[in-house]
């Protein structure tokens, strides 16, 4: 079949789920929907631009993410209690909605937005456009997360091979974390988005320079700077990695990278939960720290980072509770507990994501430099700045999504070296 037939089919199919939802009530009718609009331009591309050897597969594996994310939010919305999971999302609705209709003219425009505007803004767009329907909007975080498994494919595909691309969308589609969190009013799936299209973007400059990968790149940060306005100036240190580290060859040159870098990270970990761009001040650092360490899940909130020295001691700890906790003798609720398969299945991978990461750098040196540099300075400036597990867990997402993308590269890897090993010997003639 040509990309036009698999077009029209994908149309034909999405056209045949609308009907079938017609005997749904309205909200949930509005709110697939709004999840339609958004997921049948991906779907299009897949068509279009993936080769038809590998179009199927990935389109499966989109559809399927999608369809997982609205089942859960579905049973979210109905069964689980208010804010079991986040305050967060309560807020995004109620403001959402004052937003929606103080452009409607029938009120004023709320004062007490936090941070950036841009994902309240999101939610009273869906509200003007279908009335407020919280699971709208959570059903359009299913469709972008599809956006996610996309992008991982494609940074995969060009890491690696196709093997390794399915692998790695199939994590991204499943992982536990990254459907939860796509699957509530939350802007970590957008955030994740974004930083993909960096790493992508950033992937293609250094490929080969042209005008649409550079538009991609500033797409990637502009719509960061609304989200995790904070992490813009790292995941710009990261781009930048990628893009010069190749050309340097001189042991003072990488060494003065290296220390930039490294102010970069602590840099952006001051600035974490502030609207302002961060400075290098240790003393705000911990504050933040102090600040964040609240609740029964809190941990080392009196540790001392207040000067570069302070910490890099702390940095190995604060890494240990930022990529490994909860562990399983850190479940004290059940929301913990929850989290319990997905810990074991994270500390599985562990050893794939050290074999992806030696395949990489012995045969891909330069062209894994953004999407280590990102995910690395991200973790750095996180680690020295979380105090809780919850917070922690959540913001290990964003980059949870690029180490699984590392580790399905190794998983690749290892099944070609183990098929090479037990193939039969050619006899010779």
């Known amino acids: 079949m040509n990309r036009n037939g698999e077009l029209q089919r994908a149309v034909v199919f999405g056209g045949l789920l609308c009907l079938m939802t017609l005997a749904l009530p309205n909200s949930l009718r509005s ?69 929606a209709r103080a452009w409607a003219g029938e009120g004023s425009l709320p004062e007490n937005i936090h941070a950036k505007p841009g994902y309240y803004v999101w939610n009273a767009l869906v509200y003007s456009a279908v009335g407020f329907v919280p699971l709208a909007v959570t059903f359009s ?55 993909l299209l960096v790493v992508r973007g950033t992937q293609r400059l250094q490929q080969r320079p042209s005008a649409g990968a550079l538009v991609q790149l500033c797409v990637g940060v502009a719509l960061l700077s609304q989200l995790r306005d904070y992490l813009v100036w790292i ?37 974490l939960q502030s609207e302002q761009m961060p400075s290098l001040r240790f003393d705000l650092l911990e504050q933040h720290r102090r600040n964040l360490a609240v609740g029964g899940s809190a941990y080392h909130g009196d540790a001392d980072v207040s000067s570069p020295l302070a910490a890099l001691r702390f940095l190995p700890v604060g890494l240990g509770y930022f990529l490994f906790a909860p562990a399983p003798w850190q479940l004290w609720n059940a929301r913990q507990w929850m989290t319990l398969p997905e810990m074991l299945a994270w500390y599985a991978l562990l050893p794939q994501i050290g074999f992806g990461l030696r395949g990489l750098w012995q045969r891909r040196e330069a062209a894994c430099l953004p999407l280590l540099a990102i995910a690395v300075l991200i973790t750095v400036a996180y680690a020295l700045v979380e105090a809780n ?26 099944r070609s070296v183990s098929r090479s090993a037990v193939a039969p010997a050619e006899v010779p003639a």
């Open 389 to 414: 597990l919850g917070t922690a867990y959540r913001h290990r997402a964003q980059v949870l999504v690029l180490y699984l993308t590392i580790a399905a590269i190794g998983v690749a890897r290892e």
């Open 141 to 195: 975080n299913a469709a972008i997360a599809g956006g996610s498994v996309v992008l991982v494919y494609r940074i995969a595909r060009d890491l690696a091979d196709v093997r390794a691309a399915r692998i790695a969308a199939g994590l991204a589609a499943f992982f536990p974390s990254l459907v939860l969190w796509s699957s509530l009013n939350l802007k970590d799936a957008a955030a994740i988005v974004t930083l």
């Open 31 to 99: 709110a697939l929907a709004v999840c339609f609009v958004l997921a049948l331009p991906l779907f299009a591309w897949i068509a279009l631009r993936v080769p038809r050897d590998e179009a199927q597969a990935l389109f499966a594996l989109v559809a399927a993410a999608v369809g997982v994310r609205l089942i859960v939010a579905t049973v979210i919305a109905t069964l689980a209690p208010e804010n079991f999971f986040s305050l967060d999302q309560r807020r995004y609705e109620w403001l959402g909605e004052a937003m």
């Open 235 to 271: 995941v710009l240190a990261g781009a930048a990695v990628g893009l010069v580290l190749p050309r340097l060859r001189s042991v003072p040159a990488l060494l003065l990278v290296a220390a930039t870098l490294a102010g970069v990270a602590l840099t952006g970990a001051a600035g």
